[in-house]
């Protein structure tokens, strides 16, 4: 059984840093793509970043570019989010998924990844 737990979110004020952990079982996260998405009240779910299977190589969506950094410890199963320079537009539940490692889906699109966690929420407020 696959299962992804997400924790490290909380209340933030602008400008602050957190780091997002998601510990993944019943994968390895080196075989697998690892993606964080968010999603605000009323809003779409939105692509943060992704980390393929293979060679590691990472992708970020328009708002994580220069802020964030995705990471994984093979050893730890684990993948991280850092976040730094957070604004109140960041607020959201940040949710970690997971998909199959060789797929014709972009990784940006959330069908890709058929794995989510229960997602933990970012508060970015003064």
């Known amino acids: 059984q696959v299962n992804l737990i997400e924790s490290g979110g909380g209340l933030v004020p602008p400008g602050g840093s957190l780091r997002l952990s998601c510990v993944l079982s019943g994968r390895t996260v080196s075989t697998y793509a690892m993606a964080w998405f968010r999603q605000a009240p009323g809003k779409e779910r939105e692509f943060v970043a992704a980390i393929n299977a293979r060679y590691g190589k990472i992708y970020y969506g328009t708002s994580a570019k220069g802020r964030f950094t995705i990471s994984r410890d093979n050893a730890d199963n684990t993948v991280y989010l850092q976040m730094n320079s957070l604004q109140p537009d960041d607020t959201a539940v940040y949710y970690c998924?997971?998909?199959?490692?060789?797929?014709?889906?972009?990784?940006?699109?959330?069908?890709?990844?058929?794995?989510w966690g229960q997602g933990t929420q970012v508060t970015v407020s003064s």
């Open positions: 998924a997971t998909g199959p490692g060789d797929s014709g889906s972009p990784y940006y699109v959330p069908a890709r990844y058929d794995y």
